[in-house]
């Protein structure tokens, strides 16, 4: 028997050795998720879609549902996250505005020395052309003049001296450094809307120069879920935003709005960087804007100034000629956008001409004729490119008599039956009717209110030369009576429309030319024949006085019809003018008006009253003029004109020296 530790060992048996040397089978990855059919065969599946084992014997590969979370959960999640943020941000803004407040209460000393200054150009300006109603008043002085009431202008200058140093430079106390922190994110996105649609429905109706709803489609982008990061330097549709804000915000407060300041000044700079840099479309609309707000502000030199320069900008882009309109960057800005924003500037430029006395930028012959006009959806700026057309020749036409002193009657019959047919040519929806106030949407009752008006300006200046001398109002009684009338029934229009409305009062600015014109026309027409005019034109002269006595003493106009009455004070002695008791008494008697007391000493008004009683005065005395010099019984000793006693009746038409601040 053999031993068995000793017995031999199969050759079938598997070495040890060789099953080492043999490669070992690699595992296959773990698949998480088996197919329907791999699991019920409880088979590896490698996840494919077809797996593999399915590929292979072409079957279905299914695999089951994946569970994934509810949609409408997560849409539930975003909004509730989206109103947190808002809210956060309401809050933050809130914030902002109280820290703000805080530090203006303790600011330090070091930064209360550096302020920024609101603009002003009143007290500088020297030349005002003829179709300012200081034109008017410096030719009512000069006939005071002429008739030997007083002498010459001698001491204007060391006036304007004394006003220079009497009167402190404006400044808005807001120290610099806080300019830094952004008064933009102090308005909340509602305020800005709203913001938005008073511009739309005050400014942006007149002059579409923006959109309103892409100023809208604009505030909702910046007040998005992360504002802050849309600030970049060049980004000009937020410099645009501040800016209609600011012009939003200056009209409701009647040009003294402190916030609309500080978003100014965050500006300034890029205005500075449009001036100097190329003609692009984003900087033309910007440029204007801040034009607009100069004139918000009530300072119309330097809206005049500014829209100037935004004109011959366009010159530079070819924005008056046809072809231009081609031209890709044109495309690129939209075609009816880049026109509608060239005629609100040509426009602009008209009217601020007019208001200053200065002449305008661009002449009708140097544009395109066949240049388009704006489409029907703008029916106010189609009106005003063809009121302007016809005030660029009346332009011509009182600079031409002023220069020569000759009347060319037909040329200003002429002009004036081109008015008449303008105002003929008014659309309906835009031409003031019978319709009752009431009926009429505010918006819509404010243009035809200012169309009216405008009428009513250019045939007044039309008509105004014939009053320049007594030998005119003689010669041509019929246009004499034709700018009275004229001047009388403005005033007595924007007293109605300031006491069946607020259209007055939130744009005084506007309004306010068209009433301090008729009054220095009125004023004039008594001058320089009181017997014919003084009776006749009381009534309108106090209807207006009243609208004066609501007047800022920090407005452009106001400081500049202030201008006028401190020219005539030292006149007061020599026409009779003196402050009796029973010269107030009559005063009262004929209109019972709360008045201020004047000072004779004073550089500034006290207030609009003050104004109002000076005014007032002036009239009365004036009114009875032609009594105390000439007496009822004088008689001229040749046909020179000149009197017995030495004073002249035919005052000449050079009366332009004391109140050059005014049409």
Not at 23 to 38: F, L, M
Not at 78 to 96: H, K
Request: glycine share 6%; with cysteine.
């Amino acid at each position: 028997m053999d031993d068995p530790e000793t017995a031999p060992v199969p050759n079938t048996w598997p070495n040890a050795r060789d099953e080492d040397s043999r490669p070992r089978k690699r595992r296959r990855k773990y698949i998480t998720k088996a197919c329907n059919e791999c699991k019920r065969r409880k088979i590896k599946c490698n996840g494919q879609s077809p797996c593999q084992r399915c590929g292979r014997q072409q079957i279905d590969c299914v695999y089951a549902g994946r569970t994934r979370p509810d949609q409408s959960d997560q849409q539930r999640n975003m909004s509730r996250l989206i109103e947190q943020m808002s809210a956060m941000q309401e809050q933050i803004s809130a914030l902002s505005a109280a820290v703000y407040a805080l530090s203006r209460a303790g600011n330090s000393p070091q930064d209360q020395g550096r302020v920024f200054r609101r603009p002003s150009s009143a007290r500088e300006l020297t030349f005002q052309g003829p179709t300012t109603s200081a034109f008017s008043f410096g030719l009512a002085k000069s006939s005071l003049q002429r008739r030997g009431i007083v002498d010459g202008d001698g001491d204007e200058a060391g006036e304007e001296g004394e006003e220079r140093d009497a009167t402190p430079p404006t400044r808005d106390d807001t120290p610099l450094g806080m300019l830094n922190d952004d008064s933009l994110w102090t308005i909340s996105k509602a305020e800005a809307i709203r913001l938005c649609r008073v511009y739309g429905e005050e400014m942006g109706i007149m002059y579409p120069v923006l959109e309103l709803e892409e100023l809208l489609r604009q505030v909702e982008s910046l007040y998005g879920l992360s504002p802050r990061l849309l600030l970049r330097s060049g980004d000009y549709d937020v410099h645009i935003l501040r800016l209609v804000f600011a012009c939003a915000l200056t009209a409701e407060a009647s040009g003294r709005s402190e916030l609309a300041m500080r978003l100014f000044e965050s500006v300034r700079d890029v205005a500075d960087d449009c001036v100097w840099g190329p003609p692009d479309i984003d900087r033309i609309i910007f440029l204007t804007l801040v034009a607009i707000f100069y004139f918000q502000m009530d300072e119309e030199a330097l809206a005049w100034r500014t829209i100037g320069l935004v004109e011959r900008m366009c010159l530079e882009k070819g924005l008056h000629r046809c072809e231009t309109l081609s031209h890709p960057t044109v495309v690129a800005a939209g075609r009816d956008r880049v026109l509608r924003l060239f005629w609100s500037i040509y426009t602009l430029d008209m009217r601020w001409s007019f208001g200053t006395g200065m002449p305008f930028s661009l002449e009708d012959s140097d544009i395109d004729p066949w240049l388009p006009e704006p489409e029907e959806k703008t029916p106010y700026l189609r009106v005003m490119i063809r009121y302007s057309r016809i005030a660029a020749k009346v332009w011509k036409f009182i600079s031409a008599f002023n220069n020569t002193g000759e009347l060319k009657k037909d040329e200003m019959n002429y002009l004036d039956w081109q008015v008449l047919q303008w105002a003929a040519a008014i659309p309906a929806s835009l031409r003031l009717g019978d319709d009752s106030p009431d009926k009429e949407p505010r918006s819509i009752r404010r243009l035809r209110s200012l169309l009216y008006l405008r009428a009513n300006q250019l045939r007044m200046l039309i008509h105004r030369p014939v009053l320049h001398s007594a030998g005119h109002i003689v010669r041509y009684p019929a246009d004499c009576e034709t700018a009275v009338d004229l001047a009388k029934d403005t005033i007595r229009f924007i007293t109605r429309l300031n006491e069946t409305s607020d259209i007055y009062q939130l744009q005084q600015v506007a309004f306010n030319w068209f009433l301090v014109s008729a009054l220095a026309v009125l004023f004039l027409a008594v001058v320089q024949a009181p017997s014919q005019f003084s009776s006749r034109c009381k009534e309108e002269f106090y209807m207006a006085l009243e609208l004066v006595k609501g007047f800022s003493t920090q407005s452009y106009i106001s400081r500049r019809l202030w201008k006028s009455i401190k020219s005539l004070r030292k006149l007061g002695p020599q026409v009779g003018l003196r402050q009796s008791a029973s010269d107030q008494r009559v005063l009262a008697a004929n209109r019972t008006v709360d008045m201020a007391p004047a000072s004779n000493q004073g550089q500034t008004p006290q207030d609009g009253a003050q104004m109002t009683q000076e005014l007032m005065e002036w009239f009365e005395a004036v009114g009875t003029l032609e009594n105390q010099i000439m007496g009822v019984t004088q008689v001229f000793d040749d046909g020179s004109g000149r009197m017995a006693n030495g004073y002249m009746y035919d005052y000449g038409g050079d009366l332009s020296s004391v109140m050059r601040d005014l049409f």
